[in-house]
């Protein structure tokens, strides 16, 4: 069996009278360790799909599977210690806490983790070793982004989940965030989850899972996964 | 219609921030209700004892002089400032009614224009005979046509009630200094016609009084001068309007509510004006990009400031409107209802103060819509594109802990961060504890007020005086009776009566004096410094409260006027302190060495036996026991507690609104904070006490700040109370720690509602976009 599993998961939201569905029964397995995409336009489902997976949302009904534990019968507190020692997020817009320096958001991390890793050694490897006693607002996009990475990193979760990672960044530093999130994954043999609307970016995954409407059109095995250099978006 | 859609913005905005905007509303109205409530209630009272003072042609001074000559009153007359002179014999009388309760005679004539009784019932008439007070009447069924019998000159008079009466004079109504509560079925007063007293005295008039009424503004201290210099001998004293007990305890009442309207509610404006600050701040910021919007819509600067103004000026306009209303209808009516069993004044009816009801409400505008005015002006001068932009990301900032690594490196993050927070909302943080300090003020203050009363009766009937009962003794009996009766007990007797004393300083008061024969086993003086101390020769005793009122120290001479003689310089030999019953306490043999004859008045009893006799004798005009004294004293408290209880009260909803809306206002800012916390892991539990630690930290602040705040407020209620009592407030650690309890628990129920607030963060939509 697959680390992570879906099966016919389904995800309603009601609006007024009507109910939307965002995700409309879907399965998919990723095995452990892989580079998985999930792309899509947007309105797509794909966050959902990671929401999902990250433990911030309920599935209205299907099967989440990870790791062997069903995810889609914990209660909310065991999704907080799930969240806690899972699952580590890199958002869109960063969410660093704006009043704690690069260091301290990092050691947020260690505060709540079994077993974390130095938040020091995690800055250095994104490459802010000198930036570590900054707080957000005097940091770059690709600066917070990288903070964002080690703090995910520094928690030493299973899983690493990245919703439009590059989204509110320029093409030159989203290469560097790209690059850094899959060799870190490589190297310390995560598994990563990419959200993008981005096919481009797609082709750096091991594996890439096309949605639309809340459906799966493809899932697209990549056995040969382009460099990040390789890239043009 | 442009302004309607202005006006639809401002209603969901409302609307959005309900909480706050009633908070600022409930403040307002608190506010202003202070104000109108105790301004309508010595209003009330000063208003209504004027009238009377007017319709009774009060006097502004009362000379006491036995049998004035016509040469006496013509000099009097002539001096500058004296408008109208008139003499009367007035004093205390018995009845021969059930307990022999006693009146306080004054005679009147067919020409008397000066302290009239003011006629309720009946009519005076040129051959009448007598004018009852109204409430002695009522307690003792007594009616218009009934006889009643006083005894004057040791003769009984019968005399016919033509009329019943209130009296200026007895608006307060004490018999003596026994007595602190008015009790209308032992005491009140009589007026009757001159010529029918004169049949008591063998047909001849006798008068010890001239009622004296200065022409406007003039200055009393300069006429008692000349009235010392031109009766010379002749007089006995001067009463002034300060040494009569009704008139004086209503001034002081009066003042006493006057400090507390003015003092009381600046706190109250004061935090209406944070919380407003804090909430328009906070919209005007959330709404940026509105207002750059509007601004570039074509909207006009001045009708955007309006827009937010209107906001402060309508909920402060709502909070004055609710405030004038509900005043004088809780404050007002609850205090004044109180009020009545004090004071017997022709009509109740209810005075509002004009200039500070007009003063509060455009204060309290002030403090919301000019506050609001104010949080928009700083965004006014950004232009409109600045304003669409979004707003640079929040500064972080270092703390001044961070430079001790020691510490800081120890703290937790969640405390980190909660100190970061707190050095850059200083501002709120203040507001937090400005909010908590006064909760927990008036709450000690409450309980130190309560505690210095009630502490007092016992004082005053437990260790000062150790007798069972006072007797007040009949005008025949001396002190050799006392002695030949072998009572079965300890016995001190004494005599009591007014006296004229004047300080170096100028200053001078009708005081009470007390002749102590020998020991005093039953009545125990004590100094400032709770030392026993004794009555002799060497000179005389002063209560601190008089001392300070005539500005005389230990070792310092006061002159004495003795009665048919001039003044005589006395020393003040010690101070002691005294809770009630202030004045001078003189030794026989210095009393008789002055020239003056010692005559008991009153007698002190601790019984050995059961055989209470004694007091039903005629030895004894009137007797009290001392349990009657304690309750009475309490009972003259009593409306004290009362205002405990609202201090209490106005404390509560202070720490209320106050830090509910500082953790609402902190829960919202840092929503999407929260929400990153949220999702990286962190238990609900962890999240709650990061928002509910800074309100602990301003509370325990604010708790310690409160005890200073505490004091302040009980002194400032205390110096109210005037010169007959003499308080000194103490802050007990029980008490301290009973208000910050309380304050504590209010602080939890505010914690418990922004918990429930917290359970509602909806982690994915904070997560979407940037602010």
Redesign the interface.
């Known amino acids: 069996m697959s680390f992570i599993t879906f099966e016919d998961v389904v995800r309603e939201y009601k609006v007024g009278e009507s109910v939307i569905r965002a995700v409309d029964g879907i399965n998919f397995e990723i095995p452990e360790g892989a580079f998985t995409a999930i792309l899509g336009q947007s309105g797509a489902g794909k966050t959902t799909v990671l ?1 999902l997976l ?1 433990g ?2 309920f599935a209205t009904r299907g099967k989440i599977m990870v790791g062997g534990e069903e995810v889609s019968k914990m209660s909310e ?1 065991s999704l ?6 899972i ?1 580590g ?1 890199v ?1 869109q ?1 960063y ?7 690069a260091l ?1 958001n990092v ?3 260690k ?3 079994k077993d974390p890793l130095n938040p020091k050694e995690m800055l250095e490897r994104v490459g802010l070793g000198k930036r570590m006693f900054n ?4 940091m770059s996009g690709g600066e917070q982004q990288r903070v964002s990475i080690a ?1 995910a990193l520094a ?1 030493n979760p299973k899983i690493i989940l990245c ?1 439009e990672p590059t989204g509110a960044l320029d093409s030159g530093t989203g290469h560097i965030v790209l690059k850094l999130i899959k060799d870190i994954a490589r190297d310390m043999n995560k598994t990563v989850i990419i959200v993008t609307h981005n096919a481009p970016i797609a082709d750096m995954a091991n594996c890439v899972i096309h949605m639309k409407d809340g459906l799966i059109r493809e899932i697209k095995q990549n056995h040969t996964p382009k460099e990040v250099e390789e890239i043009v978006w | 219609m442009v302004k309607d859609v202005l006006v639809k913005k401002s209603i969901k905005d409302i609307q959005k921030a309900l909480p706050q905007f009633i908070s600022i509303f409930v403040m307002a109205a608190v506010a202003v209700s202070i104000v109108v409530g105790l301004d309508s209630l010595w209003k009330t009272i000063d208003e209504n004892a004027k009238a009377m003072y007017q319709t009774s042609r009060l006097s502004d001074l009362w000379i006491g002089i036995m049998n004035p000559t016509e040469q006496d009153i013509w000099a009097v007359n002539h001096i500058e400032g004296v408008e109208e002179t008139e003499k009367r014999l007035s004093l205390n009388v018995q009845t021969d009614l059930k307990d022999s309760p006693t009146l306080r005679l004054y005679t009147i004539n067919e020409e008397t224009s000066l302290d009239r009784p003011v006629i309720r019932e009946g009519k005076w008439e040129e051959s009448g005979e007598a004018i009852l007070d109204e409430n002695f009447a009522k307690s003792h069924g007594l009616k218009l046509g009934d006889t009643l019998s006083i005894k004057v000159n040791e003769r009984w008079l019968d005399v016919r009630i033509q009329a019943l009466a209130l009296s200026s004079e007895h608006i307060f109504s004490i018999k003596d200094s026994t007595t602190l509560m008015p009790d209308a079925s032992k005491y009140g007063f009589i007026v009757v016609d001159e010529d029918k007293i004169a049949t008591a005295y063998g047909g001849q008039k006798i008068y010890n009084q001239i009622n004296v009424r200065f022409a406007e503004k003039y200055d009393p201290k300069a006429i008692q001068e000349s009235i010392d210099t031109v009766l010379g001998d002749d007089l006995i004293g001067i009463m002034t309007k300060k040494d009569n007990r009704s008139i004086q305890d209503v001034e002081v009442r009066i003042e006493q509510f006057i400090t507390l309207s003015r003092v009381f509610p600046f706190m109250f404006f004061f935090v209406t004006a944070l919380i407003t600050l804090s909430t328009m701040s906070r919209l005007v910021e959330d709404q940026r990009n509105q207002i750059g919007t509007l601004k570039s819509l074509g909207f006009s600067g001045k009708s955007i400031i309006w827009h937010y103004t209107s906001y402060g000026v309508y909920i402060g306009l709502l909070g004055a409107v609710v405030g004038i209303y509900i005043g004088p209808l809780v404050i007002g009516k609850v205090l004044i209802n109180q009020l009545r069993n004090l004071y017997v004044m022709d009509s109740y009816k209810m005075y509002l103060y004009m200039p500070n009801i007009i003063m509060g409400s455009i204060l309290i505008v002030f403090c919301t819509g000019g506050v609001a005015a104010y949080s928009c002006l700083k965004i006014q001068e950004e232009t409109p594109a600045s304003l669409l932009r979004n707003k640079p990301p929040k500064k972080g900032n270092h703390v001044l802990l961070e430079s001790i690594p020691v510490i800081w490196y120890k703290m937790k993050f969640s405390h980190m961060l909660i100190a970061r927070n707190i050095s850059k909302n200083k501002g709120r943080m203040l507001m937090g504890i400005f909010g908590v300090m006064g909760c927990s003020g008036l709450i000690l203050g409450a309980l130190t007020l309560n505690n210095t009363i009630s502490g007092i009766s016992k004082t005053m009937y437990e260790e000062v005086y150790s007798y069972d009962h006072i007797a007040m003794l009949d005008d025949k009996t001396t002190d050799k009776d006392i002695y030949n009766l072998h009572l079965d007990g300890v016995i001190q007797h004494m005599q009591e009566s007014g006296i004229q004393i004047l300080a170096a300083g100028g200053e001078r008061r009708m005081a009470r004096i007390t002749i102590l024969d020998g020991g005093s086993p039953l009545l125990h003086l004590i100094n400032m410094q709770k030392q026993p101390i004794t009555v002799d020769k060497d000179g005389i005793v002063l209560s601190n409260k008089l001392a300070e009122t005539l500005g005389v120290i230990q070792g310092e001479t006061v002159k004495l006027k003795v009665i048919d003689d001039s003044y005589q310089e006395v020393v003040v030999k010690d101070i002691t302190y005294l809770v009630s019953n202030q004045g001078i306490y003189i030794s026989r043999e210095l009393w008789e060495k002055m020239g003056e004859r010692y005559k008991p008045t009153s007698v002190f009893i601790k019984w050995h036996s059961k055989d209470r006799s004694f007091l039903q004798s005629d030895y004894v005009e009137s007797y009290e026991a001392v349990e009657n004294q304690k309750v009475s004293f309490e009972e003259n408290l009593k409306i004290v507690y009362l205002s405990v209880v609202l201090l209490i009260t106005f404390g509560g909803i202070l720490a209320f609104v106050v830090l509910y809306n500082l953790s609402i206002l902190n829960f919202f800012e840092r929503l999407r904070d929260l929400a990153t916390l949220q999702v990286l892991g962190f238990y609900k539990k962890e999240i709650r006490a990061l928002v509910l630690v800074e309100n602990l930290v301003s509370a325990i602040v604010g708790i310690f700040a409160g005890i200073p705040l505490g004091k302040l407020i009980t002194d400032i209620i205390i110096k109210g109370f005037g010169e007959n009592l003499d308080l000194i407030s103490q802050v007990s650690k029980l008490n301290v720690l009973i208000a910050g309890v309380i304050t504590f628990i209010f602080v939890i129920i505010v914690n418990l509602v922004v918990a429930k607030k917290i359970e509602t963060i909806e982690m994915l939509q904070s997560l979407k976009s940037v602010e």
Do not use: H, W
């Not at chain 1, 969410?95 to 320096?101: A, G, Y």
């Open positions: 929401n990250g911030m949302d507190m907080t210690t799930y969240r806690r020692n699952i997020f958002f817009f969410n660093l806490v704006p009043n704690l320096t301290e050691q947020l991390a505060q709540i983790c707080f957000p607002s005097q703090r928690k919703d």
